[in-house]
């Protein structure tokens, strides 16, 4: 894609292109009802799609060198109701009744979305170009506290190592 392309696209839709790239983190899984606690590696790829208007991102999370968690997500701004929106489909099979949304905060997008579970909350910290904090917290129904899920740092791979360019 090219940077006239990219000029074409509205402030919101260009400050998803943060998330393009070939990504690599290590990871720290907390001990919850779905996982056990420990070190994880992840490869993440994200591409911008229609012109920059979505972002499409597969995220694989590696535990003693098997994956252990796969998510696609789909990053895309709602010009309609001013949020930035994520649609994730994983390897744990839940259907999303609908999107998370959230805003940017600076370098920072939060986006939150509710289930019967209860409610999820990610945050992107972008620490610069080529590197960005991801936290996930989980807020069961019934509870007033945030438990840790995952949290990593992840760091741009050059594209001579990523296959791209």
């Given at each position: 894609?090219?940077?006239?392309?990219?000029?074409?696209?509205?402030?919101?839709h260009q400050r998803l292109q943060a998330l393009v790239g070939a990504w690599?983190?290590?990871?720290?899984v907390a001990e919850t009802q779905w996982a056990d606690g420990?070190?994880?590696?992840?490869e993440v790829t994200a591409e911008a799609q229609f012109g920059g208007l979505f972002v499409v991102q597969r995220y694989r999370?590696?535990?003693?060198?098997?994956?252990?968690?796969?998510?696609?997500s789909v990053f895309g701004f709602?010009?309609?109701n001013s949020v930035v929106t994520m649609h994730q489909f994983d390897s744990m099979g839940?259907?999303?009744?609908?999107?998370?949304?959230?805003a940017w905060e600076g370098n920072t997008l939060t986006l939150l979305r509710s289930s019967p579970r209860g409610a999820a909350r990610v945050t992107y910290d972008f620490d610069g170009r080529?590197?960005?904090?991801?936290?996930?917290?989980?807020?069961?129904?019934?509870?007033?506290?945030?438990?840790?899920?995952?949290?990593g740092l992840y760091r741009r791979v050059p594209p001579s190592e990523s296959g791209e360019g």
């Open positions: 894609m090219n940077a006239a392309t990219f000029s074409s696209l509205s402030a919101d690599r983190g290590e990871e720290d420990g070190p994880a590696t992840s999370q590696r535990r003693d060198g098997t994956v252990s968690f796969g998510a696609h709602d010009q309609q839940f259907v999303p009744a609908s999107p998370a949304t959230g080529d590197s960005y904090r991801m936290r996930l917290q989980f807020q069961p129904v019934g509870s007033d506290a945030w438990q840790e899920m995952v949290s």
